[in-house]
């Protein structure tokens, strides 16, 4: 690599760095912003051992009571197999740059997390077969959203039907959230619904304007890492960026996407504030360590069980899912923070009450299931560098740019129990 090219690879990181340290503001605070409003493959003929295979067609039903998915799909060109070397040095730049507690650390290691593959074992080495396993190899899991229900919980739920983001329509390597105003801030490719021009530059005026996917008005952006076959080519025009940045192969659209807002099961949800910004899981699990490892990877019809630290291999007739579920215990008054955790905590896990002084709001889930080979190594999802495609590190981001008419509607279907 020449030094012109080397410089600017040197200068990526920083600017990252320049841009989220020019975002922070006092824990709890408002982040300031234009219009701000405050190894085992499964075996194909191997039966199922609980679950069964998936019948297929139509949406993705409630994956509390046995979900339905489609089975087919289009699989994207490309075979299994490993790719090349993608291991890299990276910036040790976060997409929320924080650990569990919402403080920064500041030697940029942490523990290293069970089974995230270190040099030697696929670190630096491209993608670990150990990360790939048999679903029916996964613990067992609450159904989520399963705690146990209060008298005066909210049972409801409310969909906005996005699409899939087929063609790769509205995708890029931004995170306005963590790393506003600037472009491949995020140093992996996100898949886009909602609301059409979410880019790194995009300002609630900007966002408030677009138009949107979504058929009921909702003008939200959802958005969340691809997911490729890693023998695939990529044949977008940001190709080039991504093998710079270790991710390789073709892109792989979701053979079905749910935007579902469940509801509290100790007490009813209160409207989000206009231009919320919610996010779930950490893209630097890998080094920050698992507080905010919280996506699940399983398998449809098995939903009953599932992994956070590796990928499923899933029997035929049956795709991969991501489960993505988000906070939803708001602190009533900011529609962000410094760390974009702290205005929006997880409700117990026992119990499902918010915290005291906290209020439920309603609670986005994402689903997302995916055609890819039951093979090791196959597939895998867009990371940092440094993380090497690690499971763990899976996170998806929101921004509430709902109406408040439909906002309430929301709401009223979730309080009154209905399925909206």
């Not at 090219?5 to 006092?26: C, Q």
Request: with cysteine; glycine share 14%.
């Amino acid at each position: 690599m020449g030094r012109r090219k080397k410089a600017f690879a040197v200068m990526i990181p920083a600017l990252v760095l320049i841009a989220s340290a020019a975002e922070t503001s006092p824990a709890g605070a408002s982040a300031p912003r234009s219009g701000d409003r405050a190894a085992l493959a499964a075996d194909p003929t191997d039966p199922p051992s609980e679950g069964g295979a998936d019948p297929g067609g139509g949406e993705p039903g409630d994956p509390s009571s046995s979900p339905q998915y489609p089975n087919g799909g289009q699989q994207d060109p490309g075979g299994g197999g490993q790719g090349p070397n993608d291991g890299r040095t990276g910036d040790g730049q976060n997409d929320d740059g924080q650990n569990g507690n919402g403080q920064q650390r500041g030697d940029g290691q942490n523990q290293n997390p069970q089974n995230l593959a270190g040099p030697g074992q696929g670190g630096g080495q491209g993608l670990a077969r150990s990360l790939f396993v048999d679903i029916r190899k996964a613990p067992s899991l609450a159904r989520p959203g399963q705690a146990a229900q209060g008298q005066r919980g909210s049972r409801g739920t409310f969909t906005s039907s996005c699409g899939r983001n087929e063609g790769q329509k509205h995708s890029n390597p931004d995170n306005v959230i963590v790393a506003p105003g600037v472009q491949n801030g995020a140093h992996h490719t996100h898949d886009y619904v909602g609301n059409k021009s979410t880019d790194g530059f995009s300002t609630d005026e900007s966002l408030a304007a677009s138009g949107t996917t979504c058929t009921n008005g909702d003008k939200s952006t959802y958005y969340w890492p691809v997911v490729r076959l890693r023998a695939g080519r990529d044949n977008s025009a940001a190709a080039r960026q991504s093998a710079a940045d270790g991710n390789i192969g073709s892109v792989v659209t979701p053979s079905s996407v749910r935007l579902q807002f469940n509801g509290n099961s100790r007490s009813k949800v209160t409207a989000m504030p206009p231009f919320m910004r919610v996010l779930m899981g950490d893209a630097k699990a890998g080094t920050n360590g698992l507080a905010n490892a919280k996506a699940v990877w399983s398998c449809t019809g098995f939903l009953n069980r599932g992994f956070t630290d590796k990928y499923p291999l899933c029997p035929q007739g049956s795709q991969v899912a991501r489960v993505l579920e988000f906070p939803s215990c708001w602190d009533g008054r900011n529609s962000d923070s410094a760390n974009h955790r702290d205005h929006v905590l997880f409700a117990d896990e026992r119990t499902g009450a918010c915290q005291p002084g906290r209020r439920p709001v309603p609670q986005l889930q994402m689903t997302l299931t995916y055609n890819v080979p039951a093979r090791a190594q196959a597939f895998a999802l867009d990371s940092f560098p440094e993380q090497n495609h690690n499971p763990v590190t899976d996170h998806a981001d929101f921004i509430n740019v709902m109406s408040r008419n439909l906002m309430q509607q929301a709401v009223n279907c979730i309080n009154s129990g209905r399925r909206c």
